[in-house]
């Protein structure tokens, strides 16, 4: 009684310090009535004190993580209250999981009263929060019993433990030992059913979609039961109705699924309606978004059916902006593969080979050709003294300096763009003159190319031969001087 009358006292009178320092002090006796006493005047205090760094200052947090540990269950849903409240910084959070006391929460949140296992989880969560607190909550079984306590709680019976619960498996989810740990305790097909339950939700659809690809990453069994569960069409959705954020995690796990199972998958997202998803991707979407796009597109290039696809979906155009410039030079070379591998493709489909010609894709792809006439550059961003973004030193175009094993696979793809189009109509051999394209076509031949590329790579002997056809009707046009 004595420790609530100081407490009412000192608080009128704003003197927080002689408070907290006498509530302490009680904690730490041996007397379980005064110890239950200074916890529930300090949660009083708690509550009303802005500033919560205080109380791990005020040395509040180890006394209140041992009353947890050994005290009656009053003392522990107190102490447990709170701990919810005030370990918010992460020194309070490095006392409370090197004291113990995270295996008295997690008993908590099995067997405690209704009070006591939300606030259990409250304190889990908070913990979550930093990584740094993960391998503790991992040896401590964390994983294991907010996985089960969300598949046990609905948001109807306890909406405060559901939801604090949930929202741990979230942050653990952004950790892949954690993420591990998950999967262990049967949480993949939690991580899908909760973003089903929250797609429109910023930033939780966000924070689980990222989770979820991450997951879809790792590999394993559980892909294939995702995958009959729904996730192709719950990716496609978020791609559609998502923040930026989950729009890039999204069409980033639709192309790890699509390498991994080609032939579902690439069904499913055409069930679902996802093309034109991906070419918004595309168009609108972060760098990485499009990287991610272009990668899925051209696994569903591949199917007979794919070209005409990407032509009614509109996706040539922004295919096409991702090969000039400026945009070329933050895209990756693998990138920039996936986008020659689908005009390739493309090329091989008459009504998209005819599209390709009317947008002038044949002077796009020629600036692709190795120039003779170029030094190697150095590319840094900088521009008056301004340092900007580093462009990809890989995402120069063909011509710019020495070709790596992926840059030759360009090239091809390439050559065989531009043969397949300069085969099939004159326009686009006069499109090739016109590009004074000549130069970088006899260039081809003869590098230079580092010597670990050129020992490996023979070139195949439709090259010359279709360099001869691709020029011959226009050969008066090339200046080659």
């Known amino acids: 009684?004595?420790?609530?009358?100081?407490?009412?006292?000192?608080?009128?009178?704003?003197?927080?310090?002689?408070?907290?320092?006498?509530?302490?002090?009680?904690?730490?006796?041996?007397?379980?009535?005064?110890?239950?006493?200074?916890?529930?005047?300090l949660?009083?205090?708690?509550?009303?004190?802005?500033?919560?760094?205080?109380?791990?200052?005020?040395?509040?947090?180890?006394?209140?993580?041992?009353?947890?540990?050994?005290?009656?269950?009053?003392?522990?849903?107190?102490?447990?209250?709170?701990?919810?409240?005030?370990?918010?910084?992460?020194?309070?959070?490095?006392?409370?999981?090197?004291?113990?006391?995270?295996?008295?929460?997690?008993?908590?949140?099995?067997s405690g009263t209704k009070a006591a296992k939300g606030r259990?989880?409250?304190?889990?969560?908070?913990?979550?929060?930093?990584?740094?607190?993960?391998?503790?909550?991992?040896?401590?079984?964390v994983p294991r019993v907010l996985v089960d306590t969300v598949n046990s709680t609905s948001l109807e019976e306890d909406d405060r433990l559901a939801r604090a619960a949930t929202v741990a498996v979230v942050h653990l989810a952004s950790q892949s030992q954690s993420l591990q740990s998950l999967d262990e305790a049967g949480g993949t097909p939690l991580l899908l059913q909760l973003l089903q339950e929250k797609e429109g939700e910023e930033p939780e659809a966000a924070s689980l979609t990222l989770a979820l690809w991450r997951r879809i990453q790792l590999g394993g069994p559980t892909m294939q039961a995702l995958v009959d569960n729904g996730v192709v069409a719950t990716l496609v959705h978020v791609a559609?109705?998502?923040?930026?954020?989950a729009q890039e995690s999204a069409v980033g796990a639709l192309s790890s699924l699509t390498e991994m199972f080609h032939n579902p998958c690439c069904q499913l997202i055409r069930k679902s309606r996802g093309l034109p998803e991906l070419v918004n991707a595309l168009k609108r979407g972060t760098r990485a978004a499009k990287g991610y796009a272009a990668q899925t597109l051209e696994q569903l290039a591949e199917d007979p059916e794919g070209p005409s696809e990407i032509l009614q979906a509109?996706?040539?155009?922004p295919l096409l902006a991702l090969l000039k410039a400026p945009e070329v030079a933050y895209t990756p070379l693998a990138i920039q593969g996936s986008v020659m591998a689908i005009m390739h493709r493309l090329v091989g489909h008459r009504p998209s080979?005819?599209?390709?010609?009317?947008?002038?894709?044949?002077?796009?792809?020629?600036?692709w050709l190795p120039d003779p006439f170029c030094e190697d550059e150095d590319v840094d961003g900088d521009v008056d003294g301004e340092v900007k973004e580093e462009p990809s030193s890989e995402g120069k175009p063909a011509g710019r300096g020495e070709l790596s094993h992926q840059g030759v696979r360009v090239l091809l793809l390439?050559?065989?763009?531009?043969?397949?189009?300069?085969?099939?109509?004159?326009?686009?051999?006069?499109?090739?003159?016109s590009a004074n394209a000549l130069p970088r076509l006899l260039h081809v031949m003869h590098g230079p190319y580092p010597e670990d590329v050129s020992s490996q790579w023979t070139w195949p002997s439709w090259i010359p031969q279709n360099i001869v056809l691709a020029v011959d009707p226009a050969v008066a046009r090339w200046d080659v001087s």
Request: hydrophobic share 50%; glycine share 6%.
């Open 1 to 41: 009684m004595r420790a609530v009358q100081i407490a009412t006292t000192s608080r009128a009178l704003g003197c927080h310090a002689v408070t907290l320092d006498v509530l302490v002090a009680h904690l730490r006796t041996d007397v379980a009535e005064t110890k239950e006493h200074a916890a529930a005047a």
């Open 43 to 110: 949660l009083r205090l708690a509550k009303g004190t802005p500033n919560k760094s205080v109380f791990h200052r005020g040395g509040a947090i180890l006394p209140l993580a041992s009353l947890l540990l050994t005290g009656s269950e009053r003392g522990q849903v107190i102490a447990a209250a709170i701990l919810a409240e005030v370990a918010l910084d992460a020194d309070s959070q490095l006392v409370l999981c090197n004291s113990g006391a995270v295996g008295v929460l997690v008993a908590m949140l099995k």
């Open 120 to 141: 259990a989880a409250e304190i889990l969560l908070l913990l979550s929060t930093r990584e740094e607190n993960h391998a503790v909550l991992r040896t401590e079984g």
């Open 240 to 245: 559609r109705v998502g923040s930026q954020v």
């Open 314 to 317: 509109v996706g040539i155009l």
């Open 353 to 367: 080979r005819e599209t390709l010609r009317k947008v002038g894709a044949v002077t796009i792809l020629a600036t």
């Open 414 to 433: 390439v050559l065989r763009a531009l043969f397949t189009l300069c085969d099939t109509a004159l326009a686009c051999r006069e499109d090739l003159a």
